[in-house]
């Protein structure tokens, strides 16, 4: 074992730095967790609503399926996250539910071009979601789990990172090298399996014994779900200010495939190829920030001050998209937001989920409680499509839905700043 190698028990908070093996596999994790969510949900599935639904029908039906079908993602994670923390299996603790929801995802994601009724295609999705995050609440668990906090910032970072890359390796994959939604969906099934794959190789994920197994009763087990923002105030602002920003970026992201048919006037083959050049400025600006942003943070032992920045950052670029002309004459301000939403988006990534490790409430608890945070990611996503729908078709287009994503994450950098824990 390599001196740098983590050697902790289950519960043990870490102190010893983690490996460049062990951060490279959990970003090849999250990067393929990242595709197999974002590339149905920014490419696929708006493409299979509209085939099903048509034209005139295709935001509503996207609406639906992605609405309900998030319900997986708002019971998988935290459920697969506590049922996680009391996993006695001599392959660890997260091993199981990272290897498990990746093959069951990768079930799903062969099986969603064959439904033909936005009823089944919403069926297929919800296990989808909920086996994609089954894995995702593995993986976030090992950073509190392995990680030193004076590396958590890095560490975020590289999360972040593979965030970002997700949605454009999966989208470009689907748009430029295999474009039938058949072909397209096979692909991101098999890289989900492959890219998850190493993680469950290189992790040490030391046995929970079973005197050290929280004790199980269905009544207590529900209610830990619930953690008080009264008992535990740092941790209620962090989920609050997570939630407004992930529905922030949500609500701008959703419908960015018919801002760009609609509102700049591209048709389809050209829309989903600009889509994946925001997307790759996106990144770009993600990768400026995220890894340089979580060791300056590292560095500096400050969390919040960046938080708040990045959020604002954010802020600027629905300001901008706020007041895009319509017509393709529009598209170079698009771009320009695009990298400035990248920029603002990775570091907040970076340094918040760092500060979140520092404000769970218990060791035994680690990923029920990430799945608890994880639900501030899960919720907007039935909410952002109901209300940008609604402001886009009802409420002054896409001008009110961008203000409405900038306003939103200015009260997300707000929510940051009662937190006293963590400086």
């Known amino acids: 074992m390599s001196d740098t190698q983590p050697a902790v028990t289950a519960l043990e908070e870490p102190t010893r730095s983690v490996h460049g093996a062990f951060l490279a596999t959990m970003a090849l994790a999250n990067l393929g967790i990242m595709l197999a969510f974002f590339a149905p949900l920014q490419n696929l599935l708006p493409r299979m609503s509209e085939q099903i639904a048509g034209a005139d029908g295709k935001e509503t039906a996207l609406a639906v399926v992605t609405g309900i079908g998030v319900i997986g993602s708002v019971i998988g994670n935290p459920l697969a ?67 030193p906090v004076r590396q958590r910032g890095v560490a975020s970072g590289l999360v972040g990172l593979a965030q970002a890359l997700g949605p454009v390796v999966g989208v470009g994959l689907v748009s430029f090298v295999v474009v039938s939604l058949t072909g397209g969906s096979y692909l991101t099934a098999v890289l989900f399996v492959l890219l998850v794959l190493p993680i469950i190789f290189v992790l ?125 004459g529009g598209w170079g301000i698009t771009m320009i937001a695009a990298l400035i939403l990248g920029i603002g988006y990775g570091w907040y990534l970076a340094v918040d989920q760092a500060l979140i490790t520092q404000v769970l409430p218990t060791a035994g608890d680690r990923a029920k409680d990430l799945g608890v945070i994880n639900i501030a990611n899960s919720m907007p996503q039935v909410l952002a499509p109901v209300m940008a729908a609604v402001l886009v078709t009802q409420l002054g287009g896409y001008t009110s839905l961008f ?21």
């Open 403 to 423: 203000l409405a994503v900038a306003i939103i994450t200015i009260a997300g950098a707000i929510a940051i700043v009662p937190i006293k824990s963590v400086p």
């Open 81 to 147: 996250g506590a049922l996680s923390d009391r996993t006695t299996s001599r392959f660890g603790r997260r091993r199981p539910w990272m290897l498990g929801g990746s093959l069951l995802g990768f079930v799903g994601l062969v099986l969603m071009p064959n439904m033909t009724s936005i009823f089944t295609l919403t069926l297929v999705w919800l296990a989808v979601q909920f086996a994609v995050n089954a894995a995702y609440a593995g993986l976030t668990a090992t950073i509190p789990d392995q990680v």
């Open 204 to 328: 040490k994920d030391p046995q929970l014994p079973e005197d050290q197994k929280p004790p199980f009763a269905l009544g207590a087990f529900i209610k830990s779900f619930w953690v008080s923002p009264k008992a535990h105030p740092d941790f209620g602002w962090a989920w609050l200010a997570r939630f407004l920003v992930s529905l922030s970026i949500a609500m701008a992201t959703i419908y960015l495939l018919f801002f760009l048919t609609d509102h700049l006037g591209f048709d389809d083959e050209a829309a989903g190829q600009r889509q994946t050049v925001l997307l790759a400025l996106y990144a770009g600006g993600t990768m400026i920030t995220s890894v340089i942003g979580g060791y300056v943070s590292d560095r500096m032992g400050k969390r919040k001050m960046f938080v708040i920045i990045a959020s604002f950052i954010i802020a600027l670029a629905g300001f901008i998209l706020a007041f895009v002309p319509e017509g393709q």
